[in-house]
C-alpha cells in the first residue's frame, strides 16, 4: 500500500511559480512510478508529468511546453513538481499518483491517488 499527500497549493498570480510536493507512505515508494494529474472545474482529469522510479524515464503533457518540471527523492518519499510561467488556465486541483508501472500512469490508470491540492492562477 502506498499513501499519497500533497501539499504546495494555492492562490498565486499569473507568470509566478509554485512547487507542489506529494508525501509517499509505504514501504515500496522507491518501486513505484510517480505522477502529477490535474482536474479543472468542469473538465476530464488529465495527465501533468510523470517519472519512472528510477528517474531515468519523465514524461511530461504537451501544454507543459518546458514550464514544469518533475522530480523525486526516494530517500524522502517525496515527489515535486515544479511549476514556472504559470497561466489562469493552470488553475486545477493537482493530484499525485502511484503506480510501478509508468505505463499505467500515464493512460491515467494508477493504482494509488492522493486528494489533491487546489492551485489556482489569477490573471
Known amino acids: 500500500q502506498v499513501q499519497l499527500v500533497e501539499s504546495g497549493g494555492g492562490l498565486v498570480q499569473a507568470g509566478s511559480s509554485l512547487r507542489l510536493s506529494c508525501a509517499a507512505s509505504?514501504?515500496?515508494?522507491?518501486?513505484?512510478?510517480m505522477g502529477w494529474f490535474r482536474q479543472a472545474p468542469g473538465k476530464e482529469r488529465e495527465i501533468v508529468a510523470a517519472?519512472?522510479?528510477?528517474?531515468?524515464?519523465?514524461f511530461y503533457a504537451d501544454f507543459v511546453n518546458d514550464r514544469f518540471t518533475i522530480s523525486r527523492d526516494n530517500a524522502k518519499n517525496m515527489v515535486y513538481l515544479q511549476m514556472n510561467s504559470l497561466k489562469p488556465e493552470d488553475t486545477a486541483v493537482y493530484y499525485c499518483?502511484?503506480?510501478?508501472?509508468?505505463?499505467?500512469?500515464?493512460?491515467?490508470?494508477?493504482?494509488?491517488w492522493g486528494r489533491g491540492t487546489q492551485v489556482t492562477v489569477s490573471s
Open positions: 517519472i519512472s522510479w528510477y528517474v531515468s524515464t519523465k
Open positions: 499518483a502511484a503506480d510501478p508501472l509508468i505505463q499505467r500512469i500515464t493512460r491515467g490508470a494508477a493504482e494509488y
Open positions: 509505504g514501504r515500496t515508494f522507491s518501486q513505484q512510478a
